[in-house]
């Protein structure tokens, strides 16, 4: 059965960092293509994050240079480094696995969140 | 960047149909995944590939796609389909990115 848990949120002051976790089973991790979606309070989904099977990775605009997507392959785990944190990165941050083609994806698995809440 | 657009909501009474549209340019040529997402809980996939739905996924849930609109249909509708409703799309036309629409809240009256 296919799990993903998430860890690491909790309450931050503006400019600091934090680490979220996300402890995969059922699958391996670096042979998918993993991506973290962040939702503020009462707002929609937000791309944050992918991380291809090979490594490359992207960002979305509002989070790039800050946010880091990485995996630890023998721990199974996909971790965002979140750092220069602002108020408007407070959100439940959701871990997903993408399911691919050659000319789309779309998240068939998602973690149950973590909520980041930055302020002061 | 693209840019998905759904109404902020939909009202519908038990038993009857609805349908919340996901416009952008030429959607058509895309591949349009639709989540649903009931309060304190993670989004569910329920339709992919326009029109696929995984194993689990009631027949009621069916979705289109053509010109600039995707419609998600929802025939039959339950109590317990009321959520909120994304749509998404894979973005590659310069950064590869995933594209989601603002989100409907479905309300069964």
């Known amino acids: 059965e296919v799990q993903l848990v998430e860890s690491g949120g909790g309450l931050v002051q503006p400019g600091g960092s934090l680490r979220l976790s996300c402890a995969a089973s059922?699958?391996?991790?670096?042979?998918?293509?993993m991506s973290w979606v962040r939702q503020a309070p009462g707002k929609g989904l937000e791309w944050v994050s992918v991380?291809?099977?090979?490594?490359?990775?992207y960002y979305a605009d509002s989070v790039k240079g800050r946010f880091t997507i990485s995996r630890h392959n023998s721990k199974n785990t996909l971790y965002l480094q979140m750092n220069s944190l602002r108020a408007e990165d407070t959100a439940v941050y959701y871990c997903?696995?993408?399911?691919?083609?050659?000319?789309?994806?779309?998240?068939?698995?998602w973690g149950q969140g973590t909520l980041v809440t930055v302020s002061s | 960047s693209y840019v998905l657009t759904q109404p902020p909501s939909v009202s519908v009474a038990p038993g009857k149909t609805a349908r919340i549209t996901c416009g952008g340019n030429?959607?058509?040529?895309?591949?349009v995944h639709w989540y649903q997402q009931k309060p304190g809980q993670a989004p569910v996939l329920v339709i992919y590939?326009?029109?696929d739905r995984p194993s689990g996924i009631p027949e009621r849930f069916s979705g289109s796609n053509s010109g600039n609109t995707a419609t998600l249909t929802i025939s039959r509708v339950e109590a317990g389909d009321e959520a909120d409703y994304y749509c998404q799309v894979w973005d590659s036309s310069s950064d590869p990115s995933v594209v989601f629409g603002g989100g409907t809240k479905l309300t069964v009256l």
């Open positions: 590939y326009d029109s």
């Open positions: 991380i291809y099977s090979g490594g490359s990775t």
């Open positions: 997903a696995r993408l399911s691919t083609t050659v000319t789309t994806k779309w998240f068939d698995y």
């Open positions: 030429n959607i058509g040529s895309k591949s």
């Open positions: 059922g699958f391996t991790v670096s042979s998918n293509y």
